[in-house]
C-alpha cells in the first residue's frame, strides 16, 4: 500500500508539473508531431542553406537526433541523414516565409504531409545558425523519440521550447526571455539517454524545466523566475543568483546550490534533500506542512549546518533571515556552506 500511494503521489506530482510548463508531458504525442500539415504545397523537400533572418523556427521530428549548433557563414543550413535511402515523400521538408506579426518564419517537418508508416526509418537532423547572430530568436523542438542536442549552441535566444518524448536533452545557451523544457522518458531506456541537461552561462529570465524518469541536471549564471521538476529521477541544480526560485521531485533525490536568492520554495519526498548555499547566507527556514494522502509530512532528520542557527518550532533563522526557505518532505534535508576550494 505504501508503494501504491507513493506512486499515486508522483502521478500528482507529474500532473502538477506538467501544469506548471505548459503540459508538455502529456501530450508529448498527442498534436505535437502531427503527420499531417497545412500549407503542404508550400513546403521544400530535402537539406537547404539560405541567407536570411529567423524570428521563429519549428522543429518537428519523430525518430532519430536533433541537433542545433552555430557556425561562421551568415546563412541558415539544414541537413540530414537516414538509415535507409530517402526520396522525397520521406525527405525532410521545410518552408520559409514572412509572417507578418511573427516576423520571418521556419518550419522543418519530418517528412511529406500524409506520410504514417516510416518501418523503421530514423533520421538525423543538424541545423546550422549564424554564430553570435543578432537574431531574436523563438526557437521550439517538438519530438517524439528522439535525441535533441543544442550543446554546440551558445546563442542568446528570445524563446526556447522542447518537448519531447523517450529522448534525452541536451542545451547550452547565452541567455533568453522564456525557456521552456519537458519530456517524459521510460524506465526501460537506458539511463545515460535519460538525462536533460541544460546550461545557461547568461541571464534566464523564465525557467521551466519538467521530466518524468529523465535527470534533471541543470545550471545558470542567474534566473528571475525558475520551476524545476521531476520524478522518479534525481535532479541536480545550480545558479549564482536567482529570485523566486521552486524546486519539486517525488522518488529522487534534489542536489541544489544556490548562492544568492529571494526565496527558495522545495518540496520533496521519499528521497533527501541537499541545498548548498553562500557561506554567508541569511534565511529563515520554514518546515511546511504538507497532506499527504490525508496524512501530515514531517522530515526524518533536519540539519542545518549553519554557525548559529536558531530554532522556533518548524522555523530556522541564519544571520538575520533576510530571504525565504520553505520546504516540504518526507526524508532527509539537509542546508550547508559551500566550502571554496583552493
Known amino acids: 500500500m505504501k508503494k501504491l500511494l507513493s506512486v499515486l503521489l508522483a502521478a500528482l506530482i507529474l500532473c502538477l508539473s506538467c501544469l506548471m510548463v505548459g503540459c508538455g508531458l502529456i501530450d508529448a504525442f498527442s498534436d505535437k508531431v502531427p503527420t499531417t500539415y497545412d500549407n503542404a504545397e508550400k513546403y521544400t523537400a530535402g537539406n537547404a542553406e539560405f541567407e536570411g533572418t529567423v524570428d521563429n523556427f519549428s522543429i518537428w521530428w519523430l525518430y532519430g537526433s536533433v541537433t542545433v549548433k552555430t557556425h561562421k557563414e551568415n546563412t541558415v543550413k539544414i541537413e540530414e541523414s537516414a538509415n535507409q535511402e530517402l526520396d522525397d515523400n520521406f525527405s525532410l521538408h521545410w518552408r520559409y516565409f514572412d509572417a507578418s506579426d511573427y516576423g520571418n518564419v521556419l518550419y522543418v517537418r519530418y517528412s511529406a504531409s500524409g506520410k504514417f508508416d516510416f518501418g523503421d526509418l530514423k533520421k538525423d537532423i543538424t541545423i546550422y545558425l549564424p554564430e553570435n547572430d543578432d537574431m531574436d530568436l523563438s ?204
Open 139 to 342: 526557437f521550439t523542438i517538438e519530438a517524439a523519440s528522439v535525441d535533441v542536442d543544442m550543446s554546440g549552441f551558445e546563442n542568446t535566444l528570445k524563446e526556447l521550447t522542447v518537448n519531447t518524448n523517450s529522448g534525452r536533452v541536451s542545451a547550452k545557451i547565452d541567455s533568453a526571455e522564456e525557456v521552456r523544457i519537458s519530456g517524459q522518458s521510460d524506465e526501460g531506456i537506458p539511463e545515460e539517454n535519460r538525462e536533460f541537461y541544460f546550461r545557461a552561462s547568461g541571464m534566464v529570465d523564465d525557467l521551466g524545466i519538467s521530466a518524468s524518469y529523465a535527470k534533471l541536471d541543470v545550471a545558470a549564471k542567474a534566473v528571475n523566475n525558475a520551476e524545476v521538476g521531476t520524478v522518479f529521477a534525481d535532479l541536480i541544480f545550480a545558479v549564482e543568483e536567482a529570485g523566486e526560485l521552486e524546486l519539486r521531485n517525488s522518488d529522487g533525490e534534489i542536489y541544489a546550490t544556490v548562492l544568492k536568492f529571494d526565496s527558495l520554495d522545495v518540496e520533496t519526498y521519499d528521497k533527501p534533500c541537499e541545498l548548498t548555499l553562500s557561506p554567508d547566507a541569511s534565511f529563515v527556514l520554514t518546515i511546511k506542512d504538507k497532506d499527504r494522502f490525508n496524512h501530515k509530512t514531517s522530515p526524518r532528520n533536519i540539519s542545518v549546518e549553519f554557525e548559529g542557527v536558531s530554532q522556533s518550532g518548524s522555523k530556522y533563522t541564519v544571520g538575520t533571515g533576510e530571504n525565504e526557505i520553505a520546504v516540504a518532505t518526507s526524508s532527509d534535508l539537509i542546508i550547508l556552506p559551500l566550502i571554496e576550494k583552493d
